[in-house]
């Protein structure tokens, strides 16, 4: 049997230890279509769903999905939720995120600038 070292640097990915020391959770992750392409070829080339998922520090359900996916014939390289969405439904998630990541960074810079100028962050007003 090989060894899930060698199939994580055949397929690119660092060693889970190394992943948890870095600050990286199991959770979030994302895999390109190569990385998933892989990991069904080995479920496909008769490799169980727990083995490959054992091996590539990815869990079993989520090796189970791209396999499933990959049957029916859907695109494994963007997430469900994404791949369901229009052009114009896509940009406008993107510019909300947008927005939200701007107003933190505003509100960022009123505490910092009402710190800075007389001491009290709560006097700051919210426009």
């Given at each position: 049997?090989?060894?899930?070292?060698?199939?994580?640097?055949?397929?690119?990915?660092?060693?889970?230890?190394?992943?948890?020391?870095?600050?990286?959770?199991?959770?979030?992750?994302?895999?390109?279509?190569?990385?998933?392409?892989?990991?069904?070829?080995?479920?496909?080339?008769?490799?169980?769903?727990?083995?490959?998922?054992?091996?590539?520090?990815?869990?079993?359900?989520?090796?189970?999905?791209?396999?499933?996916?990959?049957?029916?014939?859907?695109?494994?390289?963007?997430?469900?939720?994404?791949?369901?969405?229009?052009?114009?439904?896509?940009?406008?998630?993107?510019?909300?995120?947008?927005?939200?990541?701007?107003?933190?960074?505003?509100?960022?810079?009123?505490?910092?600038?009402?710190?800075?100028?007389?001491?009290?962050?709560?006097d700051v007003s919210h426009s």
């Amino acid at each position: 049997e090989v060894s899930s070292i060698y199939w994580r640097g055949l397929l690119g990915i660092e060693r889970k230890e190394s992943m948890e020391a870095s600050g990286k959770h199991k959770s979030g992750r994302r895999y390109d279509a190569g990385f998933k392409e892989s990991a069904v070829g080995l479920v496909k080339s008769g490799r169980s769903f727990n083995e490959v998922a054992e091996d590539l520090g990815v869990s079993a359900w989520t090796i189970r999905m791209w396999v499933k996916r990959h049957d029916r014939g859907e695109e494994l390289n963007q997430r469900k939720a994404l791949a369901d969405l229009t052009p114009e439904q896509r940009e406008n998630r993107r510019l909300r995120q947008e927005i939200e990541y701007l107003r933190r960074q505003r509100d960022i810079l009123k505490k910092a600038l009402s710190i800075v100028s007389d001491g009290h962050p709560n006097d700051v007003s919210h426009s």
